[in-house]
C-alpha cells in the first residue's frame, strides 16, 4: 500500500488517527521510559497511589478539569458544555436562517468534536474535560457563496469566525481570543476542473488530502503532497498552514504547488492566479497562503499536479555523524541529483528508530532516508549513491528505506499510549541556512533539556532535517520526558525556552506547523513591527470587524 492509497480516516477528538488501529508501546520503550521517570499518574511502583483521583468520577463542570483513565477520551455532555452568550445566540439564528437549520448546530457533542487541534497540550486539555475553547456553534456552509453569507452576518454582529476541516493544527491554529464560531468546511470538498494541458486541478478547501488523491488516482495523477498529518488534513488546511510533506525534496511544499485560489472575506471574494506566474505586482496568492484564516477563508485552490510515479524506491544510508551527515544531504541540495525524499536522523532519533520501535538502540551512527519516485529512476539513484558514497555514506539498502515508509504514519499514533504511560511527548520544529543549522540544532537541544530538567523531568530529544533546499534546511525535534504534575504548564515553559533559542540562534520559528495562537509572539519578534502593522492594515481593510481568527498569527492591533 502507497500514501495514496490510504483511506480517509474520521479522526475522533483527543486522540490521533484511526480509531480501529491501535499500538502498543514496545516492552524495550517502556524500559526506557522508566529511566527518564515515566509512570503512569496515580501508580506508585506499580501500585495505585494513595488519594488518586477517582478516573470514573462524573462530568467536569465547564472549564474544569478532572482525571480520566489513561487513554480515554472523554466525551462531554451537552450540559456540561458552555451556554452560548446571548451574541452568538443572535448569530445562530441568523445563520440557520441562510444556511438551513441542518447545516448549524450547537449541539455540545458536535462543537465539541470541533475544540482545540492535536498538540500535545489539546490533547492532555481534552483527557482533562477542559471546554474552554469550544466554539459557540458550528456551521457546515455547501460553497463559496455560503461562506461569504457566512462572514458577512457575523461581520454585521460582531461574532468571530474560525475556519475547520481537517482540524490537525498543532499550535493552537483553532483557538482564538474570545467566543466563536467554527466554520466547518467539509462540505467544500469538490474536485473542480481538471486542466490535464497544464496539468492543474481545482481542488475545494474542505477536501482531505487522502480523498484528494484517491479521486486523482484513477485520472493517472498524484498530487504528491505526504505531510505526517496526512490521514487527517485537508486541502484549505495546507494552503493556510504553508505544509510540506515527506516528498519536498521532489514535489515542493504546497505552498509552491498552489497557481491560484479563491478566497472569501468579510468584504467579498479575492480569486487569484491568471497565470502561473506574473511581473504584475506582488504576488498576492503568497499573502494568503499561510494566513491561518485571519486574512480571509480560502474555498478553493488550483493546483499542480504530476503524473502518478511508475516507480517507487526508498533506502536507507548511515553516516558516521549528523555532522558528516549534514554535509552529504546538503551536496544533494545545492549541486545534485535531487532525490524526491530526502531525510536525516540524529543519533538519537536514529538509535530510537520511530519507524520501528520494537528495535529501539539497535542502530549506531546516524540514517539517512533517500526516496525516489518517477520513470526510469536507476540513472539518478545510482547518481545519488555516488555522492552519498563519497561523503562517507555507507548503504543499508531498501529494507531499510521501506520500514521507514511504512512505519511513517504509525509514529504519531505511539503519542497516545505513551501519554496514557505518563510519558510527555511533543514536537516542534525550525528551519535555517545550512551555516547556521549546527549551532542551531545544539541551542534547541540544550534549551529543552536545561527547561526540562530544571523542571525534574530530563528529556530525551531527537532531531531531524526532512526538508532541503540549496540555502538551507528544517530541523523537526521530538521530545520525551516524564510528565510534571501540570504537564500543559510544563510544556509551555520548555517550548518557550526552544523559541527563545530559535530566535537567538538565527532560525525561523516555524517551517510547516504554523503560526497560530502559541507562535504569535515569536513570529511577531522575527518579523519585527513594521511588518506586523503592515499586514494588520491588510487586515483592517479586508476585515474591518476583526472577525477572522482573532488573536491567530496576528497579535491585536
Same mark, same amino acid.
Given at each position: 500500500?502507497?500514501?495514496?492509497?490510504l483511506?480517509?480516516v474520521?479522526?475522533?477528538?483527543?486522540r490521533?488517527?484511526?480509531?480501529?488501529?491501535?499500538v502498543e508501546?514496545p %516492552?524495550a520503550?517502556l524500559?526506557a521510559?522508566?529511566?527518564?521517570?515515566?509512570?503512569?499518574r496515580? +501508580?506508585?511502583?506499580?501500585?495505585?497511589?494513595p488519594?488518586a483521583?477517582d478516573?470514573?468520577a462524573?462530568?467536569?463542570?465547564?472549564?474544569?478539569a478532572?482525571?480520566?483513565?489513561?487513554?480515554s477520551?472523554r466525551e462531554?455532555?451537552?450540559g456540561?458544555?458552555r451556554?452560548? %452568550?446571548?451574541g452568538?445566540a443572535r448569530?445562530?439564528e441568523?445563520?440557520a436562517e441562510?444556511l438551513?437549520?441542518?447545516?448549524?448546530?450547537?449541539?455540545?457533542?458536535?462543537r465539541w468534536a470541533?475544540?482545540r487541534?492535536?498538540?500535545?497540550?489539546?490533547?492532555?486539555r481534552?483527557?482533562a474535560?477542559d471546554?474552554?475553547?469550544?466554539p459557540?456553534?458550528?456551521?457546515?456552509p455547501?460553497?463559496?457563496?455560503?461562506?461569504?453569507?457566512v462572514?458577512?452576518?457575523?461581520?454585521?454582529?460582531?461574532?468571530?469566525?474560525?475556519?475547520y476541516?481537517?482540524?490537525t493544527?498543532?499550535?493552537?491554529?483553532?483557538a482564538?481570543?474570545?467566543?466563536?464560531?467554527?466554520?466547518?468546511?467539509r462540505?467544500?470538498d469538490?474536485v473542480?476542473?481538471l486542466?490535464?494541458?497544464?496539468r492543474?486541478v481545482?481542488l475545494g478547501?474542505?477536501?482531505?488530502?487522502?480523498?484528494?488523491?484517491?479521486?486523482?488516482?484513477?485520472?493517472?495523477?498524484t498530487?504528491?503532497?505526504?505531510?505526517?498529518?496526512y490521514?487527517?488534513?485537508?486541502?484549505?488546511?495546507?494552503?493556510?498552514?504553508r505544509?510540506?510533506g515527506q516528498?519536498?525534496?521532489?514535489?515542493?511544499?504546497?505552498?509552491?504547488m498552489?497557481?491560484?485560489?479563491?478566497?472569501?472575506?468579510?468584504?467579498?471574494t479575492v480569486?487569484?492566479?491568471?497565470?502561473?506566474m506574473s511581473?504584475?505586482?506582488?504576488?498576492l496568492?503568497?499573502?494568503?497562503?499561510?494566513?491561518?484564516?485571519a486574512?480571509g477563508?480560502?474555498?478553493?485552490?488550483?493546483?499542480?499536479?504530476?503524473?502518478? &510515479?511508475?516507480e517507487?524506491?526508498f533506502e536507507?544510508?548511515r553516516f558516521?555523524?549528523?555532522?558528516?551527515?549534514?554535509?552529504?544531504i546538503?551536496?544533494?541540495?545545492?549541486?545534485?541529483?535531487?532525490?524526491?525524499?530526502?531525510?536525516?536522523?540524529d543519533?538519537?532519533e536514529t538509535?530510537?528508530?520511530?519507524?520501528? &520501535?520494537e528495535?529501539?538502540?539497535g542502530?549506531?551512527?546516524?540514517?539517512?532516508?533517500?526516496?525516489?519516485?518517477?520513470?526510469a529512476t536507476?540513472?539518478r539513484?545510482?547518481? +545519488?549513491?555516488?555522492?552519498?558514497?563519497?561523503?562517507g555514506?555507507?548503504p543499508l539498502?531498501?529494507?531499510?528505506?521501506?520500514?521507514w515508509r511504512k512505519?511513517r504514519?504509525?509514529a &504519531?499514533?505511539l503519542?497516545?499510549?505513551?501519554?496514557?504511560?505518563?510519558a510527555?511527548?511533543?514536537?516542534l520544529?525550525t528551519a535555517g541556512?545550512?551555516?547556521?543549522?549546527p549551532e542551531?540544532?545544539?541551542?534547541v537541544?540544550?534549551?529543552?533539556?536545561k527547561?526540562?530538567?530544571?523542571?525534574?523531568t530530563?528529556p530525551?530529544?531527537?532531531?531531524?532535517?526532512s526538508h532541503v533546499?540549496?540555502?538551507?534546511?528544517?530541523l523537526?525535534?521530538t521530545?520525551?520526558?516524564?510528565?510534571?504534575?501540570?504537564?500543559?504548564?510544563q510544556?509551555r515553559?520548555?517550548?518557550?525556552?526552544?523559541?527563545?533559542?530559535?530566535?537567538?540562534?538565527g532560525g525561523?520559528?516555524?517551517?510547516?506547523?504554523g503560526?497560530?495562537t502559541?507562535?504569535?509572539?515569536a513570529?511577531?519578534?522575527e518579523?519585527? &513591527?513594521l511588518a506586523?502593522?503592515?499586514?494588520?492594515?491588510?487586515?483592517?481593510?479586508?476585515?474591518?470587524e476583526?472577525i477572522?481568527?482573532?488573536?491567530?498569527?496576528?497579535?491585536?492591533a
Amino acid at each position: 500500500m502507497t500514501e495514496s492509497d490510504l483511506p480517509v480516516v474520521q479522526l475522533t477528538p483527543g486522540r490521533w488517527g484511526d480509531p480501529a488501529q491501535t499500538v502498543e508501546v514496545p %516492552e524495550a520503550a517502556l524500559a526506557a521510559l522508566k529511566h527518564l521517570g515515566v509512570r503512569r499518574r496515580g +501508580v506508585v511502583e506499580g501500585k495505585e497511589e494513595p488519594g488518586a483521583p477517582d478516573a470514573s468520577a462524573g462530568a467536569a463542570e465547564p472549564g474544569a478539569a478532572r482525571a480520566v483513565k489513561p487513554g480515554s477520551a472523554r466525551e462531554v455532555k451537552p450540559g456540561s458544555a458552555r451556554e452560548v %452568550e446571548p451574541g452568538s445566540a443572535r448569530a445562530v439564528e441568523r445563520l440557520a436562517e441562510l444556511l438551513g437549520s441542518e447545516w448549524v448546530s450547537v449541539d455540545g457533542d458536535v462543537r465539541w468534536a470541533h475544540t482545540r487541534g492535536y498538540s500535545t497540550p489539546d490533547l492532555l486539555r481534552f483527557r482533562a474535560g477542559d471546554t474552554t475553547g469550544m466554539p459557540a456553534a458550528v456551521v457546515f456552509p455547501g460553497s463559496h457563496e455560503d461562506v461569504l453569507a457566512v462572514l458577512a452576518a457575523c461581520s454585521e454582529l460582531g461574532v468571530a469566525v474560525v475556519p475547520y476541516a481537517g482540524g490537525t493544527s498543532v499550535v493552537g491554529g483553532l483557538a482564538p481570543d474570545g467566543e466563536f464560531v467554527a466554520v466547518d468546511l467539509r462540505r467544500l470538498d469538490q474536485v473542480g476542473e481538471l486542466d490535464e494541458i497544464s496539468r492543474t486541478v481545482r481542488l475545494g478547501a474542505g477536501l482531505r488530502g487522502t480523498a484528494a488523491e484517491a479521486a486523482l488516482k484513477p485520472m493517472g495523477y498524484t498530487l504528491g503532497h505526504f505531510p505526517q498529518s496526512y490521514e487527517g488534513a485537508s486541502i484549505g488546511g495546507y494552503a493556510a498552514t504553508r505544509s510540506s510533506g515527506q516528498s519536498s525534496a521532489g514535489y515542493g511544499r504546497f505552498d509552491q504547488m498552489v497557481v491560484g485560489m479563491t478566497v472569501a472575506t468579510p468584504r467579498g471574494t479575492v480569486e487569484l492566479g491568471r497565470a502561473p506566474m506574473s511581473a504584475a505586482g506582488p504576488d498576492l496568492r503568497q499573502l494568503w497562503l499561510g494566513s491561518e484564516g485571519a486574512l480571509g477563508i480560502i474555498t478553493s485552490v488550483v493546483v499542480r499536479i504530476r503524473p502518478r &510515479p511508475a516507480e517507487r524506491f526508498f533506502e536507507g544510508w548511515r553516516f558516521g555523524s549528523f555532522a558528516q551527515g549534514l554535509d552529504a544531504i546538503r551536496r544533494l541540495a545545492q549541486d545534485g541529483p535531487l532525490p524526491t525524499v530526502l531525510r536525516l536522523s540524529d543519533e538519537a532519533e536514529t538509535a530510537v528508530n520511530l519507524a520501528d &520501535p520494537e528495535v529501539l538502540g539497535g542502530a549506531s551512527g546516524v540514517q539517512a532516508i533517500v526516496g525516489f519516485e518517477g520513470t526510469a529512476t536507476a540513472v539518478r539513484r545510482a547518481a +545519488v549513491a555516488e555522492v552519498l558514497a563519497d561523503a562517507g555514506g555507507e548503504p543499508l539498502g531498501e529494507e531499510a528505506g521501506e520500514t521507514w515508509r511504512k512505519g511513517r504514519y504509525r509514529a &504519531p499514533y505511539l503519542r497516545d499510549p505513551l501519554l496514557d504511560e505518563g510519558a510527555l511527548v511533543e514536537t516542534l520544529e525550525t528551519a535555517g541556512f545550512w551555516s547556521k543549522l549546527p549551532e542551531l540544532k545544539a541551542a534547541v537541544t540544550d534549551a529543552l533539556v536545561k527547561s526540562l530538567g530544571d523542571q525534574g523531568t530530563p528529556p530525551l530529544v531527537l532531531c531531524h532535517v526532512s526538508h532541503v533546499y540549496e540555502t538551507g534546511a528544517s530541523l523537526y525535534f521530538t521530545v520525551v520526558c516524564a510528565q510534571a504534575e501540570d504537564p500543559v504548564a510544563q510544556w509551555r515553559q520548555a517550548k518557550t525556552a526552544a523559541s527563545t533559542a530559535i530566535g537567538a540562534a538565527g532560525g525561523t520559528i516555524t517551517h510547516h506547523h504554523g503560526v497560530g495562537t502559541d507562535h504569535r509572539d515569536a513570529y511577531a519578534a522575527e518579523i519585527g &513591527p513594521l511588518a506586523i502593522e503592515s499586514l494588520q492594515a491588510v487586515k483592517r481593510v479586508v476585515d474591518p470587524e476583526n472577525i477572522l481568527s482573532p488573536g491567530i498569527l496576528l497579535p491585536e492591533a
